[in-house]
C-alpha cells in the first residue's frame, strides 16, 4: 500500500457518490438526479430509485427501445468502465503500482466521452429538447479526476528531475 496512491484511489471512489445528471423530463412532467449505477426520478406516476440494471432489463425485454434504449447501453458501458477503472485503481493502492492510475485516468476520461454521447442522444447536442432538459454536473468532474490522476505526482520516480541531454 503506497500513500500517495491514496488521493487517486479516493478520487476514483469518490466518481460514484458525485452526481452525473440533473434532468427535466419533458415539459415538466417529471425531473431526477441520476448517479453513475442509479437515478431518483420524481414524476406524477411517482418517486423511486432507478437502478442502472433494471433500464437494461427493460431495454432487453423491448418496453424501453430507441433513442433512449441506447442512451441507456451507452450509459451502462460508461459505468462499466468507471467500475474497471476503480478496479485498477484499488490494485495499483494495494500494490503499490502507479502505472495503473494513469491507465484508469485514461478509462475515466473515455468514460466522460461516453457519458456525454448518452446525454446527448437522449437530449440533443443543446442538452434540451423534446425529451427534456438535461445539465451534466458530474462530467467536468470526471474529467477533473482523469487529469489529476494522469498527471499527478504519484510514482516515486515522478520527484526525480531527468538530468539535461545537452
Same mark, same amino acid.
Given at each position: 500500500m503506497t500513500p500517495r496512491l491514496r488521493i487517486p484511489l479516493f478520487l476514483q471512489i469518490f466518481l460514484f457518490l458525485v452526481p452525473?445528471?440533473? !434532468?427535466?423530463?419533458g415539459n415538466g412532467i417529471g425531473s431526477g438526479i441520476q448517479w453513475l449505477?442509479?437515478? !431518483?426520478?420524481?414524476? !406524477?406516476?411517482?418517486?423511486g430509485f432507478v437502478f442502472?440494471? @433494471?433500464?437494461?432489463? @427493460?431495454?432487453?425485454?423491448?418496453?424501453?427501445?430507441g433513442k433512449t434504449a441506447l442512451s441507456i447501453g451507452v450509459w451502462g458501458l460508461a459505468?462499466?468502465?468507471?467500475?474497471?477503472?476503480t478496479i485498477l485503481a484499488i490494485y495499483a493502492y494495494l500494490e503499490g503500482e502507479p502505472s495503473y492510475i494513469r491507465f484508469s485516468a485514461i478509462l475515466n476520461f473515455s468514460s466522460a466521452v461516453l457519458?456525454? @454521447?448518452a446525454i446527448v442522444l437522449q437530449y440533443g447536442i443543446s442538452l434540451n429538447g423534446p425529451s427534456g432538459i438535461s445539465v451534466p454536473l458530474g462530467i467536468p468532474v470526471i474529467l477533473i479526476v482523469a487529469i489529476v490522476?494522469? !498527471?499527478? @505526482?504519484?510514482?516515486e520516480y515522478d520527484d526525480e528531475k531527468v538530468p539535461d541531454q545537452s
Amino acid at each position: 500500500m503506497t500513500p500517495r496512491l491514496r488521493i487517486p484511489l479516493f478520487l476514483q471512489i469518490f466518481l460514484f457518490l458525485v452526481p452525473m445528471n440533473i !434532468y427535466l423530463i419533458g415539459n415538466g412532467i417529471g425531473s431526477g438526479i441520476q448517479w453513475l449505477l442509479f437515478r !431518483y426520478t420524481s414524476s !406524477y406516476l411517482g418517486n423511486g430509485f432507478v437502478f442502472l440494471s @433494471l433500464e437494461i432489463q @427493460l431495454v432487453e425485454s423491448g418496453i424501453v427501445s430507441g433513442k433512449t434504449a441506447l442512451s441507456i447501453g451507452v450509459w451502462g458501458l460508461a459505468a462499466g468502465i468507471i467500475v474497471i477503472a476503480t478496479i485498477l485503481a484499488i490494485y495499483a493502492y494495494l500494490e503499490g503500482e502507479p502505472s495503473y492510475i494513469r491507465f484508469s485516468a485514461i478509462l475515466n476520461f473515455s468514460s466522460a466521452v461516453l457519458l456525454i @454521447l448518452a446525454i446527448v442522444l437522449q437530449y440533443g447536442i443543446s442538452l434540451n429538447g423534446p425529451s427534456g432538459i438535461s445539465v451534466p454536473l458530474g462530467i467536468p468532474v470526471i474529467l477533473i479526476v482523469a487529469i489529476v490522476q494522469y !498527471y499527478g @505526482l504519484f510514482s516515486e520516480y515522478d520527484d526525480e528531475k531527468v538530468p539535461d541531454q545537452s
